[in-house]
């Protein structure tokens, strides 16, 4: 898992397709099942596709339903880290260092780019989605259903 130096030297970036890409179901059968508390978010601010997930998280007042751990905004060569600073920390969920042992838990063969936002399932410690479209990696449909009633309507 390294940085993509041709991008950085041209100042040209292209995502990778999403690696992981499972959907957050209010199906309580389905693998991954709406459940309060049960889903966390990493991200990056210095990533503009996770600080919109980030924002569109806040924006449909998703705090409670979805914990978020911000990762520094500088990346080395070992990929987004979790350490203390202005805006960023470590990671009090799992402990993880790097993002990429989220990737390595999920899948230990895994040897591509590693990338925010990440859904995180606390239950199954597993990625759920990494996707850079903030309605997908916030399933905004079931996650919906954890708000209260009389806040729907204004959620939608």
């Known amino acids: 898992m390294e940085l993509d130096r041709k991008a950085i030297a041209t100042d040209e970036f292209k995502h990778q397709a999403d690696a992981f890409r499972s959907w957050v179901a209010a199906d309580n059968a389905a693998p ?10 990493y991200i990056s601010l210095a990533c503009p596709w996770a600080s919109r997930t ?37 990671d009090p969920i799992n402990g993880f260092q790097f993002l990429s042992q989220a990737y390595l838990a999920t899948d230990a063969q895994y040897s591509g780019r590693v990338s925010v936002p990440v859904l995180w399932d ?12 903030p309605t997908r990696i916030v399933p905004l449909g079931p996650i919906l259903e954890l708000q209260r009633p009389h806040r729907r309507e204004h959620l939608t």
Not at 32 to 41: D, I, N, S, T
Not at 58 to 84: C, M, N, S, Y
Not at 122 to 133: A, F, L, P, Q, S
């Open 32 to 41: 991954f099942p709406l459940a309060q508390g049960r889903y966390h978010l």
């Open 54 to 90: 980030f924002i569109v998280r806040k924006l449909k007042h998703l705090e409670q339903a979805i914990g978020v751990t911000v990762a520094d905004p500088i990346r080395d060569e070992r990929g987004w880290a979790f350490r203390d600073g202005p805006g960023f920390s470590r």
């Open 122 to 133: 606390k239950h199954r410690y597993y990625i759920t989605h990494d996707d850079i479209n």
